[in-house]
């Protein structure tokens, strides 16, 4: 079982940076994923990363903005999100699944370990 724990989130001006960190119990086996849900809306994946950093995967609208990165040894997952657009405002989750290879799954549903979510706010 992987306990998820992201920490990072908050309220930030457009523009403005924040960077979002998922600690874990393990994670040097898992791709590991943010999602986000804004209200009303469904949850979408922002990004994504194989075990070992080489694929990387990021929904269109964050493209240039967000990094998304991982220290195996620290068992933590980042993401740096950059240039906030108030359209960035959504609870954001850490997602894990025990994979190994190239494949990136975009699907929430095929991520069986999640964290508790942490609230990113972006101001206009």
């Known amino acids: 079982q992987v306990q998820l724990v992201e920490s990072g989130g908050g309220l930030v001006q457009a523009g403005g940076s924040l960077r979002l960190s998922c600690s874990a119990s393990?994670?040097?086996?898992?791709?590991m994923a943010w999602f986000r849900q804004a209200p009303g809306k469904e949850r979408e994946i922002v990004s994504a990363?194989?075990?070992?950093?080489?694929?990387?995967y990021y929904v269109d609208s964050v493209k240039g903005r967000f990094t998304i990165s991982r220290d195996n040894a620290k068992n933590t997952v980042y993401l740096r999100m950059d240039s906030l657009k108030p359209e960035d405002t959504a609870v954001y989750y850490c997602?894990?699944?025990?994979?190994?290879?190239?494949?990136?799954?975009?699907?929430?549903?095929?991520?069986?370990?999640w964290g508790q979510g942490t609230q990113v706010t972006v101001s206009s």
């Open positions: 990363i194989t075990g070992n950093g080489a694929n990387i």
């Open positions: 997602a894990g699944r025990r994979l190994a290879g190239a494949w990136l799954p975009t699907d929430q549903s095929l991520y069986p370990y």
């Open positions: 393990v994670i040097s086996m898992y791709t």
